[in-house]
C-alpha cells in the first residue's frame, strides 16, 4: 500500500495554476524526485503534501497525519534567535536522535550559535538534520537539499537518504539535479509551469 498517493492533484492561488493533474504514489522506502523548471510548481506541492496547503482539486491520501512528515524547506525554514541546537531539538523529540544529527551534518561545534549567524550552507544542514532527525516520520519532505552543500555534505545527504529509505521512510525530494538521486533508483515527475 502506497505511503503517500495523489490522483488528479492541482493547485490554484488567485486564479492562477500552480500546478495541475498531478498523480502518483509513493511506497514506504520509495523515493519520488520532483524535476522541472522554476516556477514549475515543485515547492508548492511539497507543501500541499507536507499538509500546510489544502490542494485546489483532486485527491491526496496520506497514511499519517502531519506529524509524521519531516519537511526540509528550501528558503528560511529555521527560528532565527533558537540556538542550531534548539532548532534541531525542537522538531526531533528525541535528544539523541538531535545530537547523532547534529554530528553527522558537522553541527555540533556551531550548536550554541543562533540560526541567524549562519551561512546558507549551514543553514540546510540545520534544516536536512532536522528533518532526519525527527521521530515517528513515515515521509520526508526535501525541497532543493542540494543547495548551499559541499561535496562533502552531499555524500552526507546520499547516505542519509539511503539509510532511510532502507529504513522504510518514503522521501520526496523536489531537485534539478536528478542525476545525484541515480543510485537511489528513483521514479521521477517531472512538473511544466501551468500559465
Known amino acids: 500500500m502506497a505511503i503517500l498517493s495523489a490522483q488528479n492533484l492541482s493547485k490554484k492561488i488567485r486564479g492562477r495554476r500552480i500546478f495541475e493533474g498531478i498523480a502518483f504514489e509513493v511506497e514506504r522506502g520509495g523515493l519520488l524526485l520532483l524535476t522541472g523548471p522554476n516556477g514549475s ?114 555524500g552526507v545527504l546520499r547516505e542519509r537518504l539511503g539509510q532511510a529509505l532502507g529504513a522504510g521512510l518514503a522521501a520526496i525530494v523536489a531537485d534539478h539535479e536528478p542525476e545525484f538521486y541515480a543510485e537511489l533508483k528513483p521514479k521521477i515527475l517531472e512538473l511544466r509551469p501551468c500559465d
Open 41 to 154: 510548481g515543485k515547492t508548492m506541492l511539497l507543501w500541499t503534501l507536507g499538509g500546510v496547503l489544502k490542494p485546489s482539486a483532486g485527491r491526496l491520501h496520506r497514511l499519517m497525519d502531519k506529524s509524521g512528515v519531516a519537511f526540509a524547506p528550501a528558503g528560511r525554514g529555521l527560528d532565527e534567535f533558537l540556538s542550531v541546537r534548539a532548532n534541531v531539538h525542537c522538531w526531533a523529540g528525541d535528544a539523541a536522535a538531535a545530537e547523532r544529527e547534529l554530528s553527522r551534518w558537522g553541527l555540533s561545534p556551531l550548536a550554541k550559535l543562533p540560526a541567524e549567524a549562519l551561512s546558507s550552507g549551514q543553514r540546510k544542514r540545520v534544516t536536512l538534520a532536522r528533518a532526519f532527525a525527527k521521530r515517528g516520520a513515515g515521509l520526508l519532505l526535501l525541497d532543493e537539499p542540494l543547495q548551499g552543500l559541499d561535496r562533502e555534505y552531499r
